[in-house]
């Protein structure tokens, strides 16, 4: 039996996680849950689970939680709290499900664990790879990505003994809810239209990230990190029906890719698996009739994959400064303060002004990410 701790329980991937150790239970056992504030979620998983503690962000949640709920889990809250927790020895494996920037204080301390980190929450690469992956190293940690792209990379190379014969990696991109429409054309879309991704149901920040192509300039730079290659060999292409989730060609000329229907389920199942494929219920690609196709990622957005290939390659502080723009680009547009189209203005204009540094340790990234979340709202102000 494995034990897992399940950060940002409550969200998208929390309850996909959710739904695979349901169908595991004989090998899977949710031993401790996190999140920010949904309570009565966490009241709701607590039924079905039984964890042994539920950790509560959120002050003003945690002292209602303590006050209302007959729960049997011991409820934690506190930075101190939370690293005793990860640190516990009873845990097994560590998912790290909580969205944006947020996630990194966890994620980083799980780094130092010794245990299995099975990674979907991006952003804490992409502002502290270097750290990260360097503390998983000397503790002996293991990162198995969950995002869906890099999770197909990891599997296409299984079996392989090194990255040295690859050539190159597709990273695909379903190109989110304005697929056909040119950048000029998106001034004026809603946050509802922004938020309806045709393919998955996720979070609402992922899913805006989605939906201005930030999320796979994103993955572009974990996945430099996670598989430590230059981002030369990475190329990012639109293929809108996501059931090729990422491709390795070798340099023998074999390509090597991993299908699936869209559904994180399937992802999270392979990375909770040990040495066995574990069952889910899934649905089975129809490929009688199926039309794949592919396409460039468009040039009006390659502006924004020029500054993801910058950042993998000067690394420090430039991911903390595009991140930083990006959640308060992200947070600007769903409080209606800027258009959609101006989400890449504060990027672009954030990512020129803020000066880079150099980065060596978790509290100057703080610093920075402070730094560079006042110039982004400098240009919201500007702008809107
Ligand atoms: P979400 O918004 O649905 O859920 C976020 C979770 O994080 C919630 O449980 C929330 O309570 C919790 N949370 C927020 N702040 C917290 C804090 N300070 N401490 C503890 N918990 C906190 O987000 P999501 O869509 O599930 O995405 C989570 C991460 O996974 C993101 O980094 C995203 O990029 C990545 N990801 C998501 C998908 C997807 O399909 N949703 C796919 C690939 C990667
Ligand atoms: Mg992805």
Known sequence: MKNILLLGATGSIGQSVLSVIDQNKDLLNLYA?????????????????????????????????????KNKASAINGSSDLSNLIFDDNIDIIISAVSGFAGLEATAIAAKTGKTILLANKESIVTAGEIILSSAASSGTTIIPID???????????????????????????????LDKKLDELKNVTKEEALKHPNWSMGSKISIDSATLVNKCLELIEAKYLFDLDEKFFELVVHPQSIIHSIVTYRDGSSICQMSNPDMRVPIAHALSNERRLNINFNEINFSGLNLSFNDFPEDRKKLENIAREVCNKGHSSGIILNAANEVAVDS????????????????????????????????????DIESRMEAKKVVKSIS
């Open 333 to 368: 547009f769903l409080h209606d303060e800027i258009s959609f189209s101006q989400i890449y203005d504060v990027i672009y204009r954030t990512f020129d002004t803020t000066t880079m540094s150099n980065i060596n340790d978790i509290e100057s990234i703080y610093e920075k």
């Open 33 to 69: 849950i996190t999140l920010d504030k949904n309570i009565s979620k966490a009241e709701e998983i607590s039924k079905i689970f039984s964890p042994d503690y539920i950790y509560i962000n959120c002050e003003k949640s945690f002292s209602k939680f303590n006050t209302e709920s």
């Open 148 to 178: 869906s792209e890099h999770n197909a990379i990891f599997q296409c190379l299984a079996g392989e003994k090194s990255t040295n014969d690859v050539s190159k990696i597709i990273i695909t991109a379903s190109g989110g809810p304005f």
